[in-house]
């Protein structure tokens, strides 16, 4: 393959068919520890090996040192925790193994249990989102899963039970796509969001620069007001049949929750994408930030002061907009600043609230065809489902 996994090998801790039986007898004997969606998300990501070099849960020492540096002990860069918390003192210790419970009870996996500790979460936030507000999406979910935690190396003995399995593919599964359809380059478009035209310009960018687009986009616990995983990949089967050299894409999800993290996020995001095979990843303007809590271009700034750079190469692309005098979309780089006041700004937060008041979005926010796929995720939304 032309890159590398993060750490230079895709970790797999997924049991092997033959040992998993006698592994979940073992774990009826264990200690349980019960673990929430997200959690459960976790788990299988790290066992697959999107999140190499990680092998577990992390400890107090990795959560402190990625929260300070930015680095894992063993020297790899890593820029976001990755933990197992629990709102409860976990009546385990240090050195045994436990069970991984699924919400209904039925063991996932198994947990060798290297540390169990206590966490100053309003010092983690700020260090990790910049913030310890519980106005922050990801800050109010740090807290919320509680204070306490486990860490160690982990099992998966059980793919678990998820609404986004259809969607999701391993990063050993990906490697193997990309070298059959022989593409040397590839480069990977993070979002959580359906397509709209700024997205679909920043993909042809990467259709432009390397020999396959991996489209990627985050399926798991997002804001209220984002849009449901069903939509965004309906909406992208369709953008990529109808407008896309379908050759030349791979559409899967990655499921794990969005952290609002910004610049700290955009590392992670990379880092992920590279262990799935990626040699290019996309960072556009305020990625993976939420509010006000980011400067836009943090994100960018933070790839220029990694302890030691990535093997995946970062395209950093500015704001793009919509320009009536250029007639296109265009971004910062390609038109004249003189045209300022005749931008308009492409985002998912307009196209929702134009079709919430029963407004069809204009072509040059959103392709028509994709607006009714939008309508009915809206009243997916609203019906609760
Ligand atoms: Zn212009």
Redesign the pocket.
Known sequence: MPVDPHGGKLVQRVAPEQERQKLLREGERYPSLHADEETLLDLENIAVGAFSPLEGFMTREEVERVAAEMLLPNGEVFSLPVLFQQREPPRVVAGESAAIRDVQGQIVGILEIQDVYRLDLPALARQVYGTDSTSHPGVDLLYRKGEYAVGGRIQLLRFPTHRYRKWVMTPAQTRILFAQRGWRTVVAFQTRNPPHRAHEYLQRLGLEIADGLFIHPILGRKKEDDFDSETIMRAYQLLIARFYPQDRVVLAGLATAMRYAGPREAVFHAIVRQNFGATHFIVGRDHAGVGNFYNPYAAHRIFDTLPAPLAITIVKVGAVFH?A??GEI?SERT??AS?EM??TSVTMTTIRSLLRAGKTPPPELIRPELVGVLQEGLEGSALGV
């Open positions: 320009c005098v250029c265009a038109c004249p045209h005749r931008r």
